[in-house]
Structure formats: C-alpha cells, structure tokens
C-alpha cells in the first residue's frame, strides 16, 4: 500500500515538473528526472550529502553539487519538495501525498521520528490563523528519545554508585 502511494506521488510529482518545464521552455534533463526519483526513493528525510550518495550508490548516477542545489531549489519552488532546518541541519523531503506531520527531533542524538497528525490536532493547540487558508502543516517537537533517556539513566546510576562508594571510603 505505501509503495503504490509513493509510485502514485512520483507519478504526479514528474507530470507537475513536466507541465513547468514545458511552461517555462526549460529542457528536461536526465539529471532533473533522476533527482526527482532519487527523492520519492529515499524512504526518510535526506540530505544533500545523503542524496547524492543515494544517487551514486543506488542509481549509479553522478550529479554535480551545483546541479542538485539547483533542481532541489526548483523542487522546493515547486512544492515536490519540503525544506526543512532540523537541528541546525538542512533535511528535505517529498511533500506531494506526505501529509501532515508532526517531526520528534532527539536534541541529544538528533534522530527525528515522524508522527501523522490531522489538522484538527493542530486546532487543538488552540492555534489562531488570521487572513490565511492552511494546507498542510509540519510541527518540530525537541526532546529526548527513549534510547537516549536510557543511556542518561544509566549514565546516573553508575555516577551515583561511584559518588557512593567514594563517599564511603572517606
């Protein structure tokens, strides 16, 4: 089911960089086109860095780095794609058929976990939107994953044996 949604997107993601390219009289590149799969393959949100290994690795297609700041800054114009800063770091991912989301970003190890959510869940944060229609909406939530929670309370507990025991000896 996620696979044929994913298809489904890419499908309407190429015919909506078509209708611009041939709007605009801009060629149709092999290197657009692969970067436009290359996003609708990666399964999370990528990097440049990320993209262009996958592009390499996956697809044993090289691209320049100024190519793909350009077709990603055309994506971003289009709305294929979503920028986002996460932790300081610029992340990007497929918005046709993406939803709405809200992104758990771990401040300790910087893993981001994506959570679905409507926009009604948004209302209920009691937001007011003046002169202004939503669409879609993604929200950042900073925290601690549970994997880092765990390390932090093991990291406590052999702090406080040592405090212990060198309490003791004295």
């Known amino acids: 089911m996620r696979e044929k949604l994913r298809r489904e997107a890419f499908t309407a993601a ?8 041939e709007m605009n009289n801009h060629r ?9 799969e290359a996003v609708f393959g990666i399964n999370s949100h990528f990097s440049l860095d990320r993209l262009a290994d996958y592009l390499q690795e996956e697809k044993n297609f090289i691209v320049s780095r100024p190519t793909l700041y350009n077709t990603m800054r055309l994506f971003v114009k289009l709305r294929l ?3 986002h800063n996460i932790g300081g770091k610029t992340e990007y991912e497929p918005c046709f058929n993406s939803g709405n989301h809200v992104h758990q970003v771990c401040t300790s190890c910087g893993k981001v976990t994506i959570v679905p959510a409507q926009m ?3 209302q ?3 937001v007011k939107l003046k ?19 765990a390390k932090l309370t093991r990291q406590k507990r052999t702090s406080d044996k040592k405090q212990n025991k060198k309490n003791t000896k004295q």
């Open 14 to 21: 190429k015919s909506e960089l078509d209708s611009y390219l």
């Open 28 to 36: 149709k590149t092999p290197e657009r086109y692969a970067i436009l």
């Open 81 to 83: 794609v979503l920028r």
């Open 120 to 122: 009604e869940d948004i």
């Open 124 to 126: 209920l944060l009691d």
């Open 131 to 149: 002169r202004f229609r939503p669409e879609a909406f993604a929200m950042y939530i900073y925290g601690i994953c549970s994997k880092c929670q």
